[in-house]
């Protein structure tokens, strides 16, 4: 068994030096405990989270990495709001307007929508801490990925367990990743998507074009982050006032 000390030392270094993971702003707490080790605290963003899961899994003697991060939000909402922002937007999405859409509340189930068995899926969605959890079953790998983002987006959200089952299932790929990418960024009003071209491959995401402001490019990252099952996302999208 690795030095417990050492690794713990190896797993902050390699943090330290990724500069989207901002330990000054957001320390986080890493422990080495049978093999794994446990990183805890707030990051400022998906792609930290991402990032810093994927660096102390790297490290030399490292079997295996649990995750209790979780995402600083810009505004701190109570469960209750949280909730009811997350319903709005499967409500609204229209990817989802052939799903059942059902809401966890306190041990109890509130039906928001009703689709008959030929619909596109149900969706059983909770939120406990500010954590939101997706459950049940959709025919597509699109359709669980929309809903992942729109968790991902919902004001107060500190974090995604995207626990939906696809049927019947499907194999996913590069390809999987792009299309279901391309309709995130046509969903996102605040950024131009026909300006933004992607590549995907080994779901590591590469993003390049132009865009009018620093944000709109960071906002274009994010939303590539939010797509369940990319691992990296490169941005080479160039600021164009």
Known sequence: MPNRDEVIKLVHRSLEYESRINLHRCPIKIDFVDGAVVLEGEVEHLGAKKLALEL?????????????????????????????????????????????????IKGGIEML?????????????????GVITLEGKVISLSHKRVAGVLAWWTPGC??????????PPEEDND?????????????????QAEQIRARCRNYVVTLEGYVRTEEERRRAELDAWCVFAVDKVINRIEVRG
């Open 113 to 129: 929508r009703d689709v008959p068995r030929d619909g596109s899926g149900e969706i059983e969605a909770a939120v406990e801490d």
């Open 56 to 104: 102390a899994g790297a490290v030399d003697g490292v079997r295996g990495v649990l995750d209790r991060l979780r995402i600083a939000p810009a505004q701190r909402k109570g469960d209750g709001a949280i909730r009811d922002s997350l319903c709005g937007f499967f409500l609204r999405e229209p990817e989802l307007q052939n799903c059942t859409i059902r809401v966890r």
């Open 175 to 191: 390809d999987e990743v792009l299309d279901a990418l391309r309709l995130v960024l046509e969903m996102d009003p605040l950024v």
């Open 158 to 167: 500190r974090d995604v367990v995207n626990s939906l089952d696809v049927q």
